[in-house]
């Protein structure tokens, strides 16, 4: 299902990061003090927060589903929870597939209606990531090790800013394109995109793009894109806060001098570190998560052994509880991750098997 290539390039990615993490941020002289002396009482209370966040994935999900399937038959809150067990036990992201299929077989949706909504859901992650750094840029630290590293970047300021906004403009073109665009101007761009094509795989591209239009409908006016967008924000902000207990056990705060900008500085890290999960990774995104979230203290004025310890307790704190909590409930409902990823192939070529063309018998 994932294939090698797409493995590799995972692997690849990760060892990558973790390689550059290891070699510019981790100071072997002082992560150990940093680790031994670092007060994990609060990891537990965070998780709380994490919870909470999943649940209102769940409540954007269930908005974004609503054209699609009405009043849900079963509880979505498993079906998130293990999309994102499978998200960090398979590479390259590949169990917002396996969310969608999972959902296929418990609601009456298909699979790529389904990962539609998922889309969404991302595109709706990036926008609130990128408020959520647009807001803490007004607070944070106006000198320091942020001001030497911005005379640092080619350019300076401007080119910093211009960095910063180029995804966001994206992304707002991307969704506004949703938006305002009918659903058979949309498939009528793609079959002009996809002309070249051989038929048969013509006809996939086409399938395959309906189905996904079909999860995009919700985004169909402003107001639904706004209702989305906003539906995002308390995801992000009790993630946030999660991050902001973990931070008390290693004393931050007395690397700034309020607590308004030890917050801007957890926003930017909270942006930083999960829009990196769009980079080609391992499972979990392991190296790019800790690299950019690190890079981002770092360059906030964090201490080296102390940004890299606090990024992999995150990490850990982020990676276990919903790995664990996923494979319980999978089990609890009769199945496992091996039957959602054989299903999930078996699904897959029996879409391929049907839309090839069948052969004309020889008279």
């Keep these: 299902m994932i294939g090698q290539r797409g493995f590799w390039l995972g692997f690849a990615g990760s060892a990558a990061f973790l390689a550059v993490f290891i070699v510019f941020f981790v100071d072997f002289d002082t992560i150990g003090t940093v680790m031994r002396d670092a007060n994990y009482a609060y990891v537990a209370p965070s998780l709380i927060f994490y919870f909470l966040a ?10 974004l589903l609503k054209p699609l399937i009405g009043r849900p038959k079963k509880a979505i809150y498993p079906v998130v929870v293990v999309g994102y067990m499978a998200n960090n036990l398979i590479p390259v992201r590949i169990g917002e597939l ?71 403009l994206a992304v707002l073109a991307v969704v506004v394109a949703i938006t305002v665009v009918s659903q058979d101007t949309m498939l009528r761009f793609v079959a002009r995109m996809s002309g070249p ?27 639904s894109l706004a209702i989305v967008f906003l539906y995002s924000l308390p995801v992000w902000a009790f993630e946030a806060a ?18 308004v900008e030890l917050i801007a500085v957890l926003l930017v890290f909270t942006a930083a570190a999960n829009l990196a999960g769009v980079l080609p990774s391992s ?81």
């Design 54 to 63: 999943v649940q209102a994935r769940t409540m954007r999900w269930k908005y």
């Design 283 to 363: 499972a979990g995104s392991w190296g790019p998560f800790d690299f950019f979230g690190a890079a981002a203290l770092i360059a906030l004025g964090v201490p080296n052994g102390v940004a890299s310890g606090f990024a992999l307790t995150v990490h850990v704190a982020l990676w276990v509880p919903v790995t664990v909590l996923g494979a319980v409930m999978l089990l609890m409902d009769g199945s496992s991750l091996r039957k959602l990823i054989d299903g999930l192939k078996r699904d897959r070529e029996g879409a391929d098997e049907a839309s090839t063309p069948t052969p004309e018998p020889l008279s």
């Design 197 to 223: 094509l051989p038929e048969r795989f013509r006809a996939k591209a086409l399938a395959l793009a309906a189905s996904l239009l079909e999860g995009l409908t919700v985004v169909s006016s402003p107001k």
């Design 98 to 168: 396996l969310r969608s299929y999972y959902l296929s077989l418990r609601e009456p949706v298909s699979a790529a209606g389904a990962f539609g909504t998922v889309a969404v859901e991302r595109a709706s992650d990036v926008l609130a990531l990128l408020f959520f750094l647009a807001v803490a840029w007004a607070f944070l630290p106006a000198s320091g090790a942020f001001g030497d590293f911005v005379d640092e970047v080619p350019g300076g300021a401007p080119v910093l800013v211009a960095v910063a906004v180029i995804p966001f």
């Design 242 to 259: 999660m991050y902001y207990l973990i931070s008390i056990g290693f004393d931050l705060d007395s690397h700034f001098d309020t607590q």
